[in-house]
T-cell receptor, first 110, second 115 residues
Framework: DVKVTQSSRYLVKRTGEKVFLECVQD?????MFWYRQDPGLGLRLIYF???????EKGDIPEGYSVSREKKERFSLILESASTNQTSMYLC?????????FGPGTRLTVT | AQKVTQAQTEISVVEKEDVTLDCVYE???????LFWYKQPPSGELVFLIRRNSFDEQNEISGRYSWNFQKSTSSFNFTITASQVVDSAVYFC????????????WGLGTSLAVNP
């Protein structure tokens, strides 16, 4: 079974803080993804990575950056958290075509 | 452009009823893949099925079945004899061979199965 883990289920941060969300997969997948999910807006792709040190912007990259130093780990960074980044963040790892998701991190920025 | 439409935002049924979740897609790719995912209240998205554009056979897995029809660009999902544990948000998604890195997602259908 594919296992995708995320560092936290719930996180509360203050405005202006630097926030790291980490994701680890155990299937040696090349492709990994970060989404955010908001009510009524579905899943929106923030960034994805198709190889170590390779990344590509998704649909809503503003305010975020990513890091992929090792194949199994893909980090999402909020350089200066803002209240409009309060959301559910989902990490995924891709097999043949389907994506496998972690449990999600519910981030609240106050 | 690629697009996935799930016209039903919310559905509420009583346990043991059959329910069909609709999914309509648009793509110019001749080769593409369609998916269904389930997101229970716990929040984790669970992969249910993948279908490729060359295989229009319907699929059945226990109480779940999927009806893929290229003629109407639809990939509908039916739950037979629904149960409370089926309560979740269900997402349909598409990936085309032309841009095979990004999934195109529908907005999801929230299914409530009441006892």
């Amino acid at each position: 079974d594919v296992k995708v883990t995320q560092s936290s289920r719930y996180l509360v941060k203050r405005t202006g803080e630097k926030v790291f969300l980490e994701c680890v997969q155990d299937m040696d997948h090349e492709n990994m993804f970060w989404y955010r999910q908001d009510p009524g807006l579905g899943l929106r792709l923030i960034y994805f990575s198709y190889d170590v040190k390779m990344k590509e912007k998704g649909d809503i990259p503003e305010g975020y950056s990513v890091s992929r130093e090792k194949k199994e780990r893909f980090s999402l960074i909020l350089e200066s958290a803002s209240t409009n980044q309060t959301s559910m963040y989902l990490c995924a790892s891709r097999g043949s075509y389907e994506q496998y998701f972690g449990p999600g991190t519910r981030l609240t920025v106050t | 452009a690629q697009k996935v439409t799930q016209a039903q935002t919310e559905i509420s049924v009583v346990e043991k009823e059959d329910v069909t979740l609709d999914c309509v897609y648009e793509t110019r790719d001749t080769t593409y893949y369609l998916f269904w995912y389930k997101q229970p209240p716990s929040g984790e998205l669970v992969f249910l099925i993948r279908r490729n554009s060359f295989d229009e056979q319907n699929e059945i897995s226990g109480r779940y079945s999927w009806n893929f029809q290229k003629s109407t660009s639809s990939f509908n999902f039916t739950i037979t004899a629904s149960q409370v544990v089926d309560s979740a948000v269900y997402f349909c998604a598409l990936i085309g061979a032309g841009n095979n890195r990004k999934l195109i997602w529908g907005l999801g259908t929230s299914l409530a199965v009441n006892p």
